[in-house]
């Protein structure tokens, strides 16, 4: 594998982590390449692996009963993706993660990863930073879709993802602001006349 440093910075940038440490994690990391509109992760299976998006662009969502989707996040490089409430319940996972375009992801089984808690406390530090940033996200995410208007979360999405609008199609932004493709239209033309 040819990112070692780059994940190395990337880590220390979270908690610092001795190279030693580091090197432990990295023994246990696979590198994954999927192919645009591939699964990392799927609904309805106990998740055993967690990951590391290295390259590309994922999409983490929820399908109901009648098919239609709910697009809970987006992954972009150095993104943590997984079905991660599987991995530590043990249960059902709710969520698919799925590629958007050709990407790489370093996974890592999530058993592997507990056991090097034991022997490597900056790990256990890490994963405990790493769920922490997850649950920050999560809360403002969820603030974000009870107290703004559909325009001012559609502001937001192109401050937090720059790039994404001329990679992600337009149904799974809509989607991933709680409204219709159609209202998305609506919002772009309003932004664009003003």
């Excluded at 958007?100 to 507990?114: F, G, H, K, M, R």
């Amino acid at each position: 594998m040819d990112f070692y440093d780059t994940v190395y910075e990337h880590i220390c940038a979270i908690t610092p982590v001795p190279i030693g440490d580091f090197d432990a994690l990295w023994a246990i990391l696979d590198k994954r390449t999927l192919k645009k509109g591939s699964y990392f992760a799927y609904q309805g299976r106990i998740e055993k692996k967690c990951g590391l998006l290295i390259k590309g662009v994922v999409r983490t969502f929820f399908r109901n009963k009648v098919g239609e989707e709910y697009i809970k996040s987006f992954g972009t490089p150095f993104s943590f993706v997984g079905g991660f409430s599987s991995l530590v319940s043990g249960q059902t996972n709710q969520i698919s993660v799925q590629t958007i375009v050709d990407s790489i992801i370093l996974e890592a089984s999530y058993t592997e990863i507990i056991k090097l808690y034991q022997t490597y406390p900056s790990l256990e530090t890490l994963g405990r930073r790493v769920a922490e940033s997850l649950f920050v996200f999560k809360e403002a995410r969820e603030i974000k879709l009870l107290s703004l208007t559909a325009e001012e979360r559609y502001l937001e999405f192109r401050e937090e993802y720059p790039t994404l609008e001329a990679i992600v199609p337009q149904y799974y932004i809509a989607s991933y602001l709680g409204v219709t493709p159609t209202q998305l239209s609506r919002i772009r033309r309003k932004l664009l006349s003003q």
